[in-house]
């Protein structure tokens, strides 16, 4: 587990083992992070981060796998731009084959 960091400085760290065409949720973060409540706070830093390019914060979404974070994005539609450049699938702001594509930190990183 992430330790002797703030809880935004430890959400950027588990956010960049995020592989390259996979995604994650709020909740998984923050379940990792020993938040389980604080998904919601794993948005708000994600919206914080777009000043760091090294955060891949268009990976990161909600449960069911939609992109409800992309209106923090420049632009219409550059969190599915970003995603499908990764190979990811995304139809009416919804991850196709969320489950497959899901990485789930609490059995990656342990």
């Known amino acids: 587990m992430v330790k002797d960091l703030g809880f935004f400085e430890k959400v950027y ?3 960049t083992l995020i592989p390259y065409g ?5 909740g998984a973060i923050a379940n990792y992070l020993g938040s389980p409540k604080s998904a919601r706070m794993v948005g708000w830093a994600m919206n914080a981060s777009h ?3 090294d955060v ?3 990976r ?5 796998g939609l992109l ?11 969190m599915q731009q970003l995603l499908e450049s990764e190979g990811v699938e ?12 899901f990485w789930e930190p609490q059995n990656e990183l342990l």
């Open 13 to 15: 760290q588990v956010a």
């Open 22 to 26: 996979r995604v994650t949720s709020y």
């Open 51 to 53: 000043n760091n390019p």
């Open 56 to 58: 891949p914060a268009h």
């Open 60 to 64: 990161v979404v909600n449960r069911k």
């Open 68 to 78: 409800t974070g992309k209106h923090h994005f420049e632009g219409t539609n550059l």
């Open 90 to 101: 995304v139809k009416e702001n919804q991850i196709q084959d969320f489950e497959k594509l």
